[in-house]
């Protein structure tokens, strides 16, 4: 349609037609309030210092990690569980186009990046061999536990978001994957 076609339109339409256009339009997504759990600002630290049970060199590990995601329109927060057993991950989009070359879903800007369930909750489908979710949700935790085991971490099986170092990145005094 062109524009004068477009003007005759809004000329004949009634005025609760064009109330009610103007209403969608102000109350349309791109009104909507922004984030409730925006990004952490830049200044933030990525990795969150833990207990003293959470290993300096996991640390290092999940920074680089973090930088990696920031390349890739993401950013990760990972905090060191208060019994020092793990790590929660959680995922932020910072660039929904670049994020989308490897993982799926909405990818709002500012906004989680779908896993199906909040980190660091239990929930009912947080457990790692949890079903019922969508091929983009199962695509993004795949995709996840992959991008951690590349760095030596591996997924506890109580929560997708939950990863402590493997064996051989396991901190002093801390036990292994395999030993939990």
Do not use: K
């Not at 979710?133 to 536990?145: A, E, G, I, K, T």
């Not at 590349?150 to 170092?165: E, I, K, M, S, T």
């Amino acid at each position: 349609m062109n524009r004068q076609g477009l003007f005759s339109v809004v000329a004949r339409a009634t005025p609760s037609a064009l109330a009610l256009l103007l209403a969608a339009c102000a109350q349309g997504p791109w009104t909507a309030d922004p984030p409730a759990a925006a990004p952490a600002p830049a200044s933030a630290p990525a990795v969150q210092p833990g207990p003293p049970g959470c290993s300096p060199a996991a640390r290092a590990t999940l920074q680089g990690i973090a930088d990696e995601l920031q390349t890739q329109g993401m950013a990760l927060h990972a905090t060191c569980t208060a019994a020092g057993d793990g790590w929660v991950v959680q995922l932020r989009v910072l660039d929904g186009t670049q994020a989308g070359r490897v993982v799926r879903g909405p990818l709002a800007d500012g906004y989680a990046v779908d896993m199906g369930t909040p980190a660091g909750a239990p929930a009912a489908g947080a457990p790692t061999g949890a079903s019922g979710f969508s091929p983009d949700v199962q695509h993004n935790r795949q995709w996840l536990r992959a991008l951690m085991a590349r760095h030596q971490f591996c997924n506890l099986p109580d929560a997708w978001w939950h990863f402590a170092p493997q064996d051989g990145a396991a901190s002093a005094g801390g036990a292994g994957c395999s030993e939990r």
